[in-house]
């Protein structure tokens, strides 16, 4: 009789228990939306119980489901799009100590670097590494390029340059210079050149290409005519 009373006892606590992660964890829902996400706390109520792995899965079998956005984010912890039962297992896992923080916080600890736009070159397809001046002309330049990829055809002259019509004016700061292999100016506010060789005259500077040395520059500039695209 005892037995069976005990029985009884237990079957009737995990009814409750079953019953109050449904009805409480749906008021704490409401309440908690305007709180700081705890990730983790699925019900709402501000902790992190295995009560709260119970709600992930009742979820996901459709009883039940979480009806606030607020803490469907808290129960996604492994820092995927969608809740599954792998949050069901972290969960578990921190509470037994095995881990001591979920994915998605180590993620939201990673910082975020944004990175500003480069202006990239290619010479007849090949790209090259160019360290562009922190001028007018160039910021000018890249507004043009933003949203097109600029397609220049470039002459050879005089055995030591490429050039060719930008297709737009470009501000301009000409200043007597001694070009060098590799250098990029501005000619005229609208022609761009690319020194393979040397010169000396009136430009305004835009550039130097890095990443290729004098003989690969020759090779790319000197045997005809080419062209280079621009993009940002």
């Not at 002459?155 to 501000?171: A, D, H």
Request: aromatic share 6%; charged share 20%; hydrophobic share 40%.
């Amino acid at each position: 009789m005892m037995k069976k009373m005990i029985t009884i006892t237990i079957t009737v606590m995990m009814l409750l228990s079953v019953l109050f992660v449904g009805v409480n964890a749906e008021s704490n829902e409401t309440l908690s939306t305007q709180n700081t996400i705890l990730y983790g706390d699925a019900d709402g109520d501000g902790e992190i119980t295995i009560i709260d792995a119970t709600r992930i899965q009742r979820h996901l079998v459709g009883v039940n489901p979480l009806i606030s956005e607020e803490n469907r984010k808290a129960a996604i912890v492994s820092g995927d799009d969608e809740l599954s039962v792998i949050d069901v297992t972290l969960i578990q896992r921190r509470l037994s100590e095995i881990i001591s923080r979920f994915p998605v916080e180590e993620q939201a600890q990673q910082p975020t670097e944004t990175e500003d736009p480069v202006l990239m070159m290619a010479i007849d397809g090949t790209p090259v590494t160019v360290a562009w001046e922190d001028n007018e002309a160039v910021t000018a330049l890249k507004e043009y390029c933003r949203d097109l990829i600029l397609t220049i055809p470039l002459s050879m002259y005089g055995g030591f340059e490429q050039f060719g019509s930008i297709g737009t004016s470009l501000p301009r700061n000409d200043v007597q210079t001694t070009t060098h292999s590799g250098d990029i100016v501005l000619y005229s506010g609208d022609q761009i050149v690319v020194f393979y060789g040397s010169n000396s005259w009136a430009y305004t500077r835009l550039g130097h290409i890095t990443d290729k040395s004098q003989d690969e520059l020759t090779a790319l500039l000197s045997n005809g005519d080419i062209t280079i695209s621009l993009s940002y």
